[in-house]
């Protein structure tokens, strides 16, 4: 699949209007002049740390970190988000500690 990266201009839910970087996934489409929603990609971030929250208060370390990269695409007119690598070797790069 051919790939290409647009600027994009998108609406944050206060309002303000900022470009994204984002791929476009799948065929030719004119989203330049378009104002897409950035409630995707903020979603999908309050899926990824709720569902990981849910996991840690399970396994209650002392502390934790953790990382994770996402890339902003275009999909059928709509801004979509990917878990991609980050500058780990890993797509999740979780650090749990536990001890005194």
Request: net charge negative; glycine share 8%; charged share 20%.
């Amino acid at each position: 699949m051919t790939t290409r990266q647009d600027l994009i201009p998108v609406k944050l839910a206060n309002g303000a209007q900022i470009r994204v970087a984002a791929t476009m996934l799948g065929s030719e489409e004119d989203v330049a002049f378009k104002l897409l929603s950035f409630d995707e990609v903020t979603n999908t971030i309050e899926g990824i740390a709720s569902s990981l929250n849910a996991a840690l208060q399970k396994v209650k370390p002392k502390k934790a970190s953790v990382e994770f990269g996402l890339e902003v695409a275009v999909e059928s007119g709509a801004l979509t988000t990917l878990l991609v690598k980050s500058s780990g070797a890993a797509t999740l790069k979780i650090t749990l500690e536990w001890g005194a």
